[in-house]
C-alpha cells in the first residue's frame, strides 16, 4: 500500500480545502525548491557517474572530455525532457563497444555527427509513440538486465579496489583475478576497506544523533573520509586524473559510405533507445518497490523519455560528446538514495560541469581505489536476492539467469535479446505443454488438465477423455487461466455424448462459474478469477457437509486447496523457514466486507493484521481495556519492526452506527463495554472548537460516515500514546497511516499529515486513491 506523506494546513485557518466533485483541485504556486533527498542522491549519483564516464571514454577510445560531456548533457537535458523522472542518463556501458566499432571505421568527429543523427531518429520514434511495446518486456529479463550490469560492474571494480587495472571483459577480470589478489596493494585494500565500511555502517548508526548524521549521504561520507585518511597517511594511489579541454574534437561532416552510416546511426538509435527504455522500465519498477516519498512519483512516459533521450543524443553529439542512453548503475543508485524529484538527475549534470571547470585540484585528491568501492557497493546491490526468489517462484529463473549471463558475457543489448528470447520460448512451452491425467477413485473418473487448453492440446484431451467409460460418473478438473474456442468445443462434444450415453460430468477449475451449455452458475466468492473463454465450470464438487455453511465452508477450503495451495506453496514454505517479517501493522474493523488482502493488494508475510469491532486502539491503562491490542501493538514495533502502523476504518461501520445510538443507562454488555473506546471520537465529532476531518472533492454523507471519519483520527491519537509506538516514532523508526474505505464505492481514502507529532489538532483531508495508485 502506498504511503502518504505530510500534508500541513495554514496556521491561519481552520477551515478543510474540499475540492468540488469533478473538478480539479486549485493548481498549486509554481516555485523551484530542492528537497534534501534529491540534493544527497545527486552527490551519490555524481560520484559514481564521474569515474564510471571517464571510464566509458577511455574504453570506447574517445577523448576523455567526450565521457564528461555526455554525463553533463544527460543530466541536464535528458534529465529534464524525459518521461522517466529519476532515471539517469548519461555514457553507457552497454555503448562501448558500438562506440569504439564506429571510431575505428569513421574516426571520432564523424561518431559525433552520427550520435546528432541518432537523436535525431529517436525524436521521429518518439513523435510515433512507438515506446509503449518496452512494457512487454518480462520483469524477468529487467531484473537480469539489472543483475548482469551489476555483476559486471562489481567484478571491474574490484581490480581497483585490489590494487590493479580492470580488464576489458568479465572473462578477462576472473582471469586475472588469482594474480592480482597474489599481489594487492595494502593501501588500496585499506581505503577501499574503509569506503565499504562507512557505506555499510552510516545509514544504521542509532538513535537520535544518528538519524541527523544520516541526513549526509553515506556514499559522501566514505569517499570524504577516504580521502582525508589517505592524504593524511600520505598514502601513494592511483587518484582522479581529469584531463584538459583544450584538445576537444567537436563532430564534422559525416564521411565514409552511405549505407555503413545509415547502418551506423540505426545501430546507435536502437541500442539507446532499447537500453533507455529498458532502463525507465526498471526504475519504474524499483520507485514501486521502495516506501515512502517514491510511492507519489508517476510512472514513466516511454514516449517522452524516448524524446528526451533523442534531444541528449542531439546536443551530446553537437558538443563532441558521447551516445546518451538510459543507465541502469546511476539510475538504481538515485532511486536508492531516496530521489524524489527529477532535480537529482539535472543537479547531478550541474556537478559534473561544476567538476570539469572547476573542482579539478579537489577531484585529483580522491583515491580511485575508493570511488571502486563505491562502484563496488552498487553493484553488488543491484544483484538482488528478492528478485531472485521472486523470479524462481513464477517459474522464470531459467530466464533471469539467460538475461545476467547474456548481460555479463555479452553485452546488455545482447543479453537483453537473449533474455526475450528465452522468455518467448518458456511461454510458447506453457501454453502448448498441458498435461491431461485420468484416474480413478471410488467409482468416479477423474480428468485432470493441467496447463492452458489449446488446440494444441485437443488430441491429448481427446485420448484421455475416450478412457472413462460410458454410463459412469466423470469429474473433470481444469486447473488453467485459459481455453481456445477449439478446446472449449471439443470438450463440450464429449460431455453431450457422456451426458447422452447415461453418464453425469461436474467441471470443476479455478472458477465454478459458467457452464459448458452457457448457463450461469453463481461464481463462488473466494476463488480467484480466471480467463478462461466462456468456460465452464459448472457444478460444485462433492462434499460431505451437514449444513449450509459447513458446506460453503468445506467447498471453499477444497477450491483453496486445489487452485490456490500450489500457486503460494513455495512463499508459504519461505515465510515458514525463515519466519514472518511484515512491513507494516494494519488495524482494521472486523466487518466481514473488508479484505484486507484484497484493498491492498498484498499477500503472505505483508501485513500483520489486528481486527476488532470499530477499528479501535485502547489508550494504555484505560479502565476495561484490551491488553490483546496493546499486546499486538507491542509485539509488531517493538519485535516485528514494522515499518509503519495504518488505521483503518470503512463505510458504514456498525461500531460507529451503535455509538451514536446509545443511550444511558442501558444494560453493560461486553458489546457496549467494549465500545467505551470509541467515545473519545464520538466527543471529538461533538466539540464544535476542534476540525473535522473531511473527504476530498465531497463533504461526509450524514453523521455515521463523519464519525467514521473522525475515529480513524482519535485512534492515531490513541495509537501515540502507546509507549513502543512513541519510542519509535522518536526514533524515526515508525509512520503512521490513517486510511478510510468506502465499501459501496471501492474506494480507498489516505489520511494526509498523519505523522506530525500534533497531527491531532489540524484539519483531516481524506484524499482519494487513484488507479494510479497515488492519492489526488
Known sequence: MSACTPARTSDTTRTERVHPPHSPPPAPRRRFGLAGADVSASIAVFLIALPLSLGIALATGAPLQAGLVAAAVGGLVAGRLGGSALQVSGPAAGLTVVTADLIHRYGWRTTCAITVLAGAAQLGLGCLRVARSALAVSPAVVHGMLAGIGVTIAVAQLHIVLGGTPQSSVLANLRALPAQLAGLQPAAVTVSVLTLALLLLWPRLPGRTGRLLRAVPAPLVAVAAATAVAALAGLALPRVELPSWR???????????????????????????????????????????????????????????????????????ALGGLPVAG??????????????SRNSTMLHGVLVV??????????????????????????????????????????????????TLGVVFLGVLQGVAMGIAVAVAVALNRLAHTRVTHFEEEG??????????????????????????????????????????AAYESLQDWQKTHTAQGGTVDLTG???????????????????????????????????????????????????????????????????????????LFLTCADSRLVTSMITSSGPGDLFVVRNVGNLVPLPGAEGGDDSVAAAIEYAVDVLKVRSVTVCGHSGCGAMQALLGSEPGRARTPLRR???????????????????????????????????????????????????????????????????FHVGEAQAYLLTGADGADAGEEDRLFDRVRATGLPG
Open 247 to 317: 584538445s576537444h574534437a567537436l563532430p564534422a561532416l559525416p564521411e565514409g559510405p552511405v549505407l555503413g552510416l545509415i547502418a551506423a546511426v540505426l545501430t546507435i538509435t536502437l541500442v539507446c533507445s532499447v537500453q533507455s527504455l529498458l532502463g525507465a522500465v526498471a526504475v519504474d519498477k524499483l520507485v514501486a518497490s521502495r516506501s515512502g516519498p517514491g510511492a507519489r512519483i508517476h510512472r514513466s512516459d516511454l514516449d517522452r523519455e524516448l524524446l528526451g533521450q533523442g534531444a541528449a543524443n542531439i546536443v551530446s553529439g
Open 510 to 584: 479455478r472458477r465454478e462459474g459458467v457452464r459448458l451449455d452457457g448457463a450461469p452458475a453463481e461464481a463462488h466468492p473466494g476463488t480467484p478469477p480466471a480467463g478462461t473463454a466462456g468456460t465452464a465450470l459448472a457444478g460444485p464438487p462433492r462434499t460431505a457437509a451437514g449444513t449450509p455453511g459447513g458446506y460453503q465452508l468445506a467447498h471453499g477450503i477444497e477450491a483453496f486447496q486445489r487452485d490456490t495451495a500450489p500457486l503460494v506453496r513455495g512463499e508459504l514454505a519461505r515465510l515458514a523457514r525463515e519466519g514472518q517479517r511484515p512491513s507494516q
Open 444 to 485: 468416479v473418473h477423474h480428468v485432470r488438465v493441467r496447463g492452458q487448453l489449446t488446440f494444441l492440446a485437443v488430441p491429448r484431451l481427446s485420448r484421455v477423455l475416450h478412457l472413462v467409460p460410458h454410463g459412469s460418473h466423470a469429474v473433470v478438473e481444469l486447473d488453467g487461466s485459459f481455453m481456445d474456442h
Open 674 to 740: 467494549w465500545l467505551r473506546h470509541g467515545l473519545p471520537s464520538l466527543e471529538r465529532m461533538a466539540d464544535a472548537e476542534r476540525p473535522q476531518p473531511r473527504l476530498a472533492g465531497r463533504s461526509p454523507a450524514d453523521a455515521v460516515e463523519q464519525l467514521c471519519l473522525t475515529n480513524v483520527v482519535q485512534q492515531l491519537e490513541h495509537l501515540r500514546a502507546h509507549e513502543s509506538v512513541a519510542r519509535a516514532l522518536r526514533e524515526g523508526a515508525l509512520e503512521l497511516h490513517g486510511m478510510y
Open 327 to 340: 543507465v541502469a548503475v546511476r539510475s538504481t543508485a538515485n532511486v536508492r538514495a531516496g530521489a524524489v
Open 354 to 403: 561544476v567538476a570539469a571547470l572547476l573542482m579539478v585540484p579537489l577531484l585529483e585528491l580522491i583515491p580511485l581505489a575508493s570511488l571502486a568501492a563505491l562502484v563496488m557497493a552498487v553493484g553488488v546491490q543491484m544483484v538482488s536476492l528478492h528478485h531472485i526468489r521472486t523470479v524462481t517462484r513464477h517459474r522464470e529463473a531459467v530466464v533471469y539467469a539467460a538475461t
